[in-house]
T-cell receptor, first 114, second 113 residues
């Protein structure tokens, strides 16, 4: 069965420090992979996505993610975190049938120290 | 342009009551999804519409949950005989045809007392 694991429930980083949020997936083929961000009271916003091609994908707000097939991972990175990045981050697998429905991980809450 | 809108933003009801949650997708988006997000969890898929028809309702937890999209635009999620365990944020998303990206609404927070 398809699944997504985000092993870190909370992560705290200092403003200006680098960030990596982990995501592992289980899927029978090369998946569609997404990272979404959810700020309090806001809807889910797409940060970036991967379908094929270059395994390093760039997204909005300075985020990037790298697809590693051998590790079944799609970790999210940012070289320098801003206080406004504090939010909940969700990794998701998109079904490659015609539905494109998403299977989400349980999320990682990012806290930013001033 | 306008994004996905959901009404109401908050709904408080009593156990056993019936509720309806509404989703207005982005104009022209043919696909529409409902997800449920319980506290501390990621969103869970409930149902997917392509046009007016429910193409995949495999995520609906039981027959108390039902959703419609009669004209291929606005959708209503209906929950009968609500239970305290139904308390969650219900998210709606829409997607244009022939693309892969879903656009999410702000959600409806349902509280069942």
């Amino acid at each position: 069965a398809q699944s997504v694991t985000q092993p870190d429930i909370h992560i705290t980083v200092s403003e200006g420090a680098s960030l990596e949020l982990r995501c592992n997936y289980s899927y029978g083929a090369t998946p569609y992979l997404f990272w979404y961000v959810q700020s309090p009271g806001q809807g889910l916003q797409l940060l970036l996505k991967y379908f094929s091609g270059d395994t390093l994908v760039q997204g909005i707000k300075g985020f990037e993610a790298e697809f590693k097939r051998s590790q079944s991972s799609f970790n999210l990175r940012k070289p320098s975190v801003h206080w406004s990045d504090a939010a909940e981050y969700f990794c998701a697998v998109g079904m490659m049938d015609s539905s494109y429905k998403l299977i989400f991980g349980s999320g990682t809450r990012l806290l930013v120290r001033p | 342009g306008a994004g996905v809108s959901q009404t109401p933003s908050n709904k408080v009801t009593e156990k056993g009551k019936y509720v309806e949650l509404r989703c207005d997708p982005i104009s022209g988006h043919t696909a529409l999804y409902w997800y449920r997000q319980s506290l501390g969890q990621g969103p869970e898929f409930l149902i997917y519409f392509q046009g007016t028809g429910a193409a995949d309702d495999s995520g609906l937890p039981n027959d108390r949950f039902f959703a419609v999209r009669p004209e291929g635009s606005v959708s209503t999620l209906k929950i009968q005989r609500t239970e305290r365990g139904d308390s969650a944020v219900y998210l709606c998303a829409s997607r244009p045809e022939h693309t892969d990206t879903q656009y999410f609404g702000p959600g409806t927070r349902l509280t069942v007392l």
